[in-house]
């Protein structure tokens, strides 16, 4: 998957629209003007690189959310933490989980 960096919003069609904005180069204005707050859920799924850019305006528009954190334990080692808001997210979070062996998985 390329980085939609220069582009701010790329669309991926396949089981489900995929929607994938990088707010690297944009703030939260950018995020809006595009309407992706509105894409959320309706058509498909939004996903966004440094999504703190947007944390109040997603909470405050009250749309389930999943959060990712991706921390570097070494060269060859990440740590995913997920945490999520709302029932949605909560189901799609549990969905996931079945993609991951369990010996990938913490509590």
Same mark, same amino acid.
């Given at each position: +998957? ?6 701010? +919003? ?7 629209? #995929?929607? *994938?904005? /990088?707010?690297y ?6 995020? $809006?003007?595009?309407? %992706?707050?509105?894409? %959320?859920?309706h058509?498909? +799924?939004?996903?966004? $690189?440094?999504? $703190?850019?947007?944390? %109040? +305006? ?5 749309? /389930? *959310?999943?959060? #990712?954190?991706?921390? @570097?334990?070494?060269? *060859? ?11 949605? %997210?909560?189901? *799609?979070? $549990?969905?996931? @989980? ?10």
């Amino acid at each position: +998957m390329l980085s939609p960096t220069y582009v701010l +919003m790329r669309e991926y069609v396949g089981g489900v629209r #995929l929607f *994938h904005v /990088d707010l690297y180069r944009a703030d939260a204005a950018s995020f $809006e003007e595009i309407g %992706a707050l509105d894409l %959320a859920g309706h058509t498909g +799924m939004v996903v966004v $690189e440094w999504g $703190e850019k947007i944390t %109040a +305006m997603i909470d405050s528009a009250g749309q /389930d *959310h999943l959060d #990712l954190i991706v921390e @570097k334990v070494d060269d *060859h080692t990440r740590l995913l933490s997920f945490s999520t808001t709302g029932e949605g %997210a909560s189901r *799609h979070l $549990e969905d996931a @989980k079945g993609l991951f062996p369990a010996s990938a998985r913490t509590p």
